[in-house]
């Protein structure tokens, strides 16, 4: 695991209670892998069904923790600010219910200077829950 729950705001600008990833457990040049727990105070619970804009959300604090993991290796910095560019190709099988554990994984498809197109998808129990394509802007 590369940072856990406790450190995970030093790598994301959202705080409590907007915060929809607990760990990063990969991170490299091509892509990213995260954990989260969806627990009963979750924002975007509502009779015990995870909204589809918090799985939008955790694609992209994925991207965040992935994007200050690798920098802070670089020695750029740990969080930076991002922004979505654009979200395309969205589709969602599924949602998760209270209590479940979301494995997220990103590949990073292309890089032009700050922007970065990537893919994500969220999975619980191995059952796809959310993919989509992101156009992710570093500040």
């Known amino acids: 695991m590369l940072i856990e729950k406790e450190n995970i705001t ?24 995260s954990t989260f727990e969806v627990n009963s105070e979750n924002l975007f619970l509502e009779n015990d069904v995870l909204s589809e804009s918090a799985l939008v959300e955790n694609i992209a604090q994925t991207c965040a923790a992935g994007f200050g993991y690798v920098n802070s290796l670089k020695g750029e910095g740990e969080g930076q600010l991002g922004f979505i560019g654009a979200v395309s190709r969205l589709t969602v099988d599924s949602l998760p219910l209270n209590g ?13 200077d700050n922007i970065h197109l990537i893919q994500g998808s969220a999975y619980s129990n191995e059952e796809k829950l959310i993919e989509c394509q992101m156009k992710i802007v570093i500040a």
């Open 100 to 112: 479940a554990n979301i494995s997220t994984k990103i590949e990073i498809l292309n890089t032009f």
């Open 10 to 33: 030093r790598f994301i600008p959202q705080r409590d209670p907007f915060v929809m990833i607990d760990n990063l457990i990969a991170a490299d040049e091509k892509g990213f892998e």
